[in-house]
């Protein structure tokens, strides 16, 4: 069982995309920002980012179905911060943004390092984030409604983008570092250890190819504390 789930930890690490992401600014409602990180999951992005709104710290519902488990969210008092945090990755930002420069999302190449910028609802993004961004993308629409709920609008942008990176062949082949790759299979097989280690400060143990844990030192280690 443990060696299936490895497995299954390994395929999904082998799939993530470090340089594409999403920052949600001043997003507030619970089911929207769980809808987007369910959504991030499921194209393969391991980090997001989100700027608090009304005061508060954007905290996700159970829309997310455990997704949050696998997804980091980075979050931010101010959207100065956030936009800092995302450009000193190189990523190009694209803000979901109706204006006279916006072009349609489909002729983006995502293939780039990307970041897909949300604002809030109904509201849409703000100046500051719209000056920010490199491009403004828009969904184009034929009905009478002009705009779409913006987990649906996320989940639509983020569709192509890993459409264009299948074609590239940019899954399948591990593209985050070492190290989060061995914390990320530990923490994810293990959380009770990963909880014990965090609460008394020591090191995570090393674990075998099988998934378990195989480190005489750290069990030496964990017997002292």
Known sequence: ??????????????????????????VHKPHNLAAVVRTADAVGIGEVHAVKA??????????????DRWVKTHRYNTFSDAIDAVKGQSMQVLAAHFSDRAVDFRS?????????????????????????????????????????NVSVANAIILYEAQRQRELADMYGKRRIPDDDYKRLCFEWLHPQVMRFCQKHKIRYPEI??????DDPEWQALRKSV
Do not use: W
Request: glycine share 8%.
């Open 1 to 26: 069982m443990k060696e299936n789930r490895l497995a299954r930890i390994t395929q999904l690490l082998n799939d993530r995309q470090p340089d594409l992401t999403v920052l949600m600014d001043q």
């Open 54 to 67: 009304e005061g508060r710290l954007n905290r996700c519902s159970g829309t997310a179905m455990g997704s």
């Open 108 to 148: 983006i190449d995502y293939t780039k390092p990307t970041c897909i910028l949300l604002g809030a609802e109904k509201y849409g993004v703000t100046d500051e984030a719209a000056a920010a961004a490199d491009e403004h993308i828009l969904i184009p629409m034929l009905g009478m409604v002009q705009s779409l």
């Open 208 to 213: 075998n190819e099988f998934g378990d844990i």
